[in-house]
């Protein structure tokens, strides 16, 4: 018969041990990560309906796509994006703005229709009416820098919850917004591929309904008012307060913080003209520091 020892009578385990089995549990998990970005799998988004789109709370909440200025772009090697202290997203690529956030939720809600990992087929006409734009030459052509931008970006998300680990994506595998795509220019269409492993990031209802019909109406220059209403549907809370140094970052704007209240109040203004929001205001918090608040309205569930 083994002989059963005490807690006191087991040996540590020797160094070389624990080193072994380290390197075994990250080789098992590498291993998931790789089977799950090459196995097509369906993504069921409840609540989503002709008139919306969807992006994942951690993706809205995230300085991933901004409401940055025309012109050169910041090119991004490994930054790590201002977003919420239980995520850590690490960002390669040039900064994407707000319209390039149209063409994004347009390709996941073209994926909807099929196992994600699998050929998505869209006529590029079909797709720029679909985001609210024409079909014009200069179009088509900023459409297809767009896509390129979005399968040259890249990500390593880490997400806690409760102190602890809940999710990594893109450590073992480049994930990519789009993980590829091919234009035929005969049939003018785009095949895209999203890396099943977005799934994850949807997964348990953590996403944002953006309401697509208001989202079309905002006015020209409204990209700040575009970018916070991603922020507004990623989260529940009727009363939503965010402070004006955290916002300042988040939507990369870089001029003084006084012309970025002008800019934030004219945002809030313009939410409250399509009923997003009410009483957009700039407050001193309790802890003595400028805060955005507004509340929630139903219509931007």
């Not at 893109?170 to 049939?187: E, K, Y």
């Not at 916002?247 to 009923?275: N, Q, T, W």
Request: hydrophobic share 45%; charged share 25%; no cysteine.
């Amino acid at each position: 018969m083994r002989d059963l020892l005490s807690p006191e009578q087991h040996p540590d385990p020797l160094p070389g041990q624990i080193a072994w089995a380290s390197q075994k549990a990250l080789q098992a998990k590498q291993h998931r990560e790789l089977k799950a970005a090459e196995t097509p799998v369906q993504m069921f988004l409840p609540g989503m309906e002709e008139f919306l789109r969807a992006m994942p709370n951690h993706i809205a909440r995230s300085s991933l796509f901004s409401p940055v200025a025309r012109g050169p772009k910041k090119i991004h090697a490994g930054s790590v994006l201002v977003s919420r202290a239980d995520a850590e997203i690490k960002f390669w690529g040039e900064q994407l703005d707000e319209a390039q956030a149209d063409v994004w939720m347009q390709a996941i809600y073209e994926a909807t229709d099929v196992p994600l990992g699998e050929p998505v087929v869209v006529t590029r006409a079909s797709f720029l009416r679909g985001i609210g734009r024409d079909t014009g030459k200069s179009q088509y052509v900023w459409l297809h820098r767009a896509m390129q931008a979005l399968s040259f970006a890249m990500l390593v998300i880490e997400v806690k919850q409760a102190g602890k680990h809940k999710l990594a994506i893109g450590q073992v595998r480049a994930l990519h917004l789009v993980d590829s795509f091919d234009f035929d220019p005969r049939a003018e269409t785009y095949s895209l591929r999203i890396d099943p492993r977005w799934k994850e990031m949807f997964s348990n209802r953590e996403f944002a309904l953006i309401d697509w019909g208001k989202r079309m109406q905002f006015g020209r220059g409204q990209d700040m008012a575009k970018a916070l209403q991603r922020l507004i549907a990623a989260s529940s809370d009727s009363v939503q307060r965010h402070g004006l140094d955290w916002l300042k970052a988040k939507l990369g704007y870089g001029s003084p913080i006084r012309k970025f209240r002008e800019a934030l109040l004219a945002a809030m203004r313009e939410l409250e003209r399509l009923e997003l929001i009410a009483g957009g205001r700039i407050e001193m918090s309790k802890r003595g520091t400028e805060q955005a608040v507004w509340i929630k309205l139903d219509s931007s569930a």
